[in-house]
């Protein structure tokens, strides 16, 4: 792998970034200085060194956000900031986007990766990940909503039908709610069709991997392998 590509995909900058960054000195390779671009570099043996901190070659990163309201689940927009609005160097240059989408104003729970594939996989109702939810509700929640909520519910418009739902009961207006599908403003959809609604909503976990408590509103870190498999366990 040519070492221009190498720190282009580690986030370090640009492909005309790099190249300046290696003009000034400021890229060691084993121990020297490399100023040439097309060097090539052996990512399982080489010492890449930026600014002096080495860098570590990773095919993928995989990102858990603790969501604040007023940022939007995508890449880019002309109005609102999004998630990726948080993240800073070198994240931020790493082309990363959501894996999936919670609305603007819920919290929590949010991977951020640049893995196609574990994003399909996470997102796809047909692999059954679960996600779960700690909802805050206008009214007290009683026994016959809940097993309405669990007992599946059919929107006729989309004809679609909400399967495996599970409810555990926290206080009179506090829920967990744990679904495996993830369509449009689902969550308070279902709480609506119940009569009742959402006044609060965070993720608070993915599979079986837990939100991070360390992490406040805002605050992001890497998921390490060993959690990577909990999602899907």
Known sequence: MRIDRFLCHMGIGSRSEIKKYLKTCRVKLNGKFEKNSNTQVDIEKDEILFDDEIVIYKEFTYLMLNKPKDFISATFDTKLPTVLDLLEFPYSNMELFP????????????????????????TNPKKKVNKKYF??????????QIEKLEN????????FTIENAKVEKISEKEINLTISEGKFHQVKRMLEYVENEVVELKR???GNLNLDDSLKLGEYREITNSELEEIFR
Do not use: A
């Not at 999936?100 to 994003?119: A, Y």
């Not at 805050?136 to 009683?142: A, F, N, Y």
């Open 152 to 159: 599946g519910i059919y929107f006729e418009k989309e004809d």
């Open 99 to 122: 894996v999936g989408r919670l609305d603007i104003d819920t919290t929590g729970f949010l991977i951020l990766t640049n893995d196609g594939k574990f994003s399909y996989n996470v």
């Open 204 to 206: 608070v976990c993915i």
């Open 135 to 144: 909802v805050t509700l206008r009214d007290e929640i009683i026994s016959e």
